[in-house]
């Protein structure tokens, strides 16, 4: 049986990003084929990076975790100082000093993973922009697999990644839009590498009275899951949602499940619940009248999947090329630009019911094809084989 690290900045049952639950998801099925390990930090939260894990080996449903500390919390005083002095000097040294900012910067895991190299036969390492890939990964780079989480920002253009990417045996990448872009820039195409994604699946019962006598839910309402915060354009979603309800009076409603870190406004028809279980969150999909994702960066969203298979249609931002591509191959989704185009898309999946039903039974189909678990295995299978020689 293969043994097979998978590399993640941070991992555990309380993580919610959607780089690490790709991972650990990921780990988890693969498990069934191979010896699995994960090495990750210690850390919980992606912002400070704080040692919260304890250091040491443990089971996380069935799968072996090793955890090494990360060697100084995030100071983003110093992190934001240099980010604008590598904007205006992009030299190796200071990109460098830049990702260790950045963090987590753990030498015990780079140490690990210099040391036991031989005892692995496949690494894969999760993320392109975090510290555990960029000094992990030239480590042990003719047995690595690279799955970038590569969104269009400005960070993917930083000089001191054209020699990450060039590193890798080979990719995993998440969406056709993302190999594209990633083609563009660096010519990832020269090296192997499959669209794959992540596998999805769903609790047995998905029951929206529930959630809605839980939460004291009256009346349709959209609904947006993930961090709330500027980054992933809540900001401009709450801005055409007022608008538009100012427009359009009446009960309907947004309701946000995630953690904020930015202020959400008060507003009599926008309802913070916070964090919730797995269970609550597919309860409230199954209560909502459809999913808004108002993000401009994203390698793969898996809310989106999940939603699809909820039977529920989406509504996304068309800055996003990853999410459009992924409502224009499905069918299970619409778009929009600016808040015109808000405005006659909310209309049509508010008022239009046959129209959402349409949408997301051609949703359901294309995450029942394309994103099974068994799929998903199928193709980490086939890229460990060209990999890894017998």
Known sequence: MRKVAFVVQRYGLEVNGGAEVLCRSTAEHMSRYWDVEVLTTCALDYLTWRNEYRAGVEKING??????????????????????????VPSNALGHEWMRAQGPYSPGLFD?????????DLFIFSTYLYCTTFFGLPLVKEKSALVPNAEDSPPLRYGIFKEIFSMPKAFIYNTPEEKALLSDLYGTDRTPGE??????????????????RKFKVEGDFVLYIGRITVDKGCGE??????????????????????????????????????????????????AALFLLMPSPYESLSIVLLEAWLAVRPVLVNEKCAVMK?????????????????????MDRLVKDGE????????????VVKNYSWEVIERKYLRLADSMVEE
């Open 355 to 366: 129209a959402r039903a349409r949408s997301a039974g051609s949703g359901k189909a294309y």
């Open 237 to 286: 979603m709450f801005d055409y949602f007022a608008r538009y309800k100012a427009e359009r009076p009446g009960p309907l409603k947004l309701i946000l499940l995630g953690k904020a870190v930015m202020g959400v406004p008060k507003h009599p028809d926008i309802v913070e619940l916070g964090f919730v279980s797995e269970e609550e969150k597919f309860d409230a999909l199954d």
């Open 63 to 88: 799968v072996t975790v090793r955890r090494f500390p990360v060697k100084r919390p995030r100071n983003w005083n110093y992190f934001r100082v240099l980010s604008r002095l590598y904007s205006k």
């Open 195 to 212: 669209v794959v994604g992540v596998g999805v699946d769903l609790p047995k019962e998905l029951n929206g009275e529930r959630f809605r």
């Open 112 to 120: 690990f993973i210099k040391r036991e190299r031989a005892g692995y």
């Open 325 to 345: 591509g992924q409502c224009e191959r499905s069918g299970g989704g619409l778009w929009y630009g600016d808040f015109s185009g808000f405005r006659e898309q």
